[in-house]
């Protein structure tokens, strides 16, 4: 047996004593009492199920292998012989591909892949048509989100006086959103002829994109006395209530200095929750860019290296053009991709990082 296929095998098994090992605790008392423990324990156990079944398949067509090389070896009738070569080449043509697979199963996962996302889109340079540009990518984002059968709740938004937004930020939940978005952080770059050019010049304009893991409840403590609330009248769209209710909410963690608001909803208590989420998920952030600062002399094709200022993408209008420079892909569907077809990029860009974490291990 090959030196690489005895590494696969001994890494499975400590997977399995693993898998084992959590089937045992999330059943003890204690650790159904403590929630965090019993919530953290199960979203491992169902993230090494999918390893243990490719692991047991992956065992029995090794034991088939040999089964078929021992008939090989000792059986007399001819008719037999030739089933046990059929099969033994069968089954030596699935194995490497069977262990490509495990490969990448057993690299360790972000912890932060399966949780929602807060995305952040900022206007940058370019005036009114940065902030034109950065509703152009959030209407991107929400039609990919509806096809990934997301749900999509706005928070704090600023709009453009020639339209657009000068800032929006919103969530996104449903299953792995953060494992899939996080590519889409750091600078994106528009190459057109603004609405307002008269003489038809190519203009280059940008928008900044952060993508955060949402933090959960049992993420980050948060003392009351480190937050002070302040409430005011909400602006824009909203009908009667605008203007006359106090239902918008600002808080200020006093600590980290860090201060967030909402007014999407119109009640006081909604918009309350939903900036206690985004202060949660600031907070939690501070910890976690440790981690992709940690990761980034590693993986030098990804944008989770928490480099937010890295130029990641052109849209160039007059050719029909998308570059993505970290993995130098180019494309010629501009409209489908504006229109929310991120499928081909976001698995080109997973591929390339998988590939890096393989280095790794």
Known sequence: MSKERNLILEKLEGVKERFEEVQKLIAEPEIIADMKRYIQLNKEYKNLGPIIDAYKEYKNV???IKSSREMLEKEKDNEMREMAKLELEELNEKLPGMEENLKLLIIPEDPEDDKNAVVEIRAGTGGDEASIFAGD???MYTKFCESKGWKIKTG???????GGFKEIVFSV???????ILKYESGVHRVQ???QTETQGRVHTSAATVAVLPEAEEFDVEMKPDDIRKDTYCSSGPGGQSVNTTYSAIRLTHIPTGIVVTCQDQKSQLKNLDQAMSELRTRLYNLEYQKYLDDIS????????SGDRSAKIRTYNYPQGRMTDHRINLTMYNLEAILNGDLEE???KLQMAENAERLKES
């Open 62 to 64: 090794l034991s088939n």
């Open 137 to 139: 990518l959030y209407r």
């Open 156 to 162: 704090r938004i600023s709009e453009g006086a020639a």
């Open 173 to 179: 939940s449903g299953e792995g959103v953060y494992g």
């Open 192 to 194: 057109r002829v603004p």
């Open 297 to 304: 002399s590693k993986r030098k094709t990804m944008v989770s």
């Open 345 to 347: 990029i976001n698995n």
